[in-house]
């Protein structure tokens, strides 16, 4: 009799994991469909790491292509190229773009690919769900992601990554708009806008 109630529940655990991971991945659709259909948006956004303070940040994305403003610095990325401009020195890195490296950032929130994620619904709350990603690759450099999705409107509210250190990094949304009639040039740096620049070219 043990057996078949241990049997029982080992069913029922298999079902339960099963219909969270199937409820993670329509929320993690609805939310990348959402995204999508505005063609461009912008957001603002606070951030902070373990240890820090919160600071602000914004960004505006197209596709591939955004422009990300942090505390100083702004990263231009028209797709081919990436700029990192650095305020304080005035200086720019030029870099080839690799849609492939980087953490979970804003520019990637509705972009990534969701199949490279163990996914699991950990927590329910005023319309709010708690996605829980575990990265499937063994050179992932984080352990885990958590995003917080509306229930309903699918908008992104926060999200959490934990490296392989530990180390928390959070992002959490304060304002979004759709953005049409964006210009490929408001992706690309201009070195024109910012005099005596020192460039270094690293592609």
Do not use: H
């Amino acid at each position: 009799m043990k057996k078949v109630v241990f049997l029982i529940l080992c069913v029922l655990g298999v079902q339960s994991a099963f219909s969270q991971a199937n409820k993670a991945l329509a929320l993690i659709d609805g939310m990348q469909k959402k995204y999508k259909s505005m063609g461009a948006f912008s957001a603002n956004f606070s951030y902070q790491t373990d240890g820090g303070g919160a600071m602000s940040g914004s960004i505006t994305v197209r596709g591939t292509k955004f422009r990300l403003k942090t505390a100083g610095q702004e990263i231009f990325n028209n797709g081919k190229e990436v700029a990192t401009y650095i305020k304080e020195i005035n200086e720019v890195n030029m870099a080839a773009f690799d849609p492939t490296e980087g953490d979970l950032n804003p520019a990637k929130i509705y972009s990534f690919d969701k199949k490279a994620y163990k996914t699991s619904v950990v927590s329910d709350a005023g319309g709010i769900s708690t996605v829980e990603m575990i990265p499937l690759g063994k050179t992932a450099q984080m352990q885990k992601i958590s995003l917080k999705i509306g229930a309903k409107d699918f908008s992104i509210k926060e999200w959490t990554i934990v490296n392989k250190a530990g180390k928390k990094q959070n992002f959490k949304v304060t304002q979004l708009s759709p953005k049409a009639g964006l210009d490929d040039k408001y992706f690309t740096f201009d070195k024109k806008q910012f005099p005596g620049v020192e460039v270094n070219d690293l592609r």
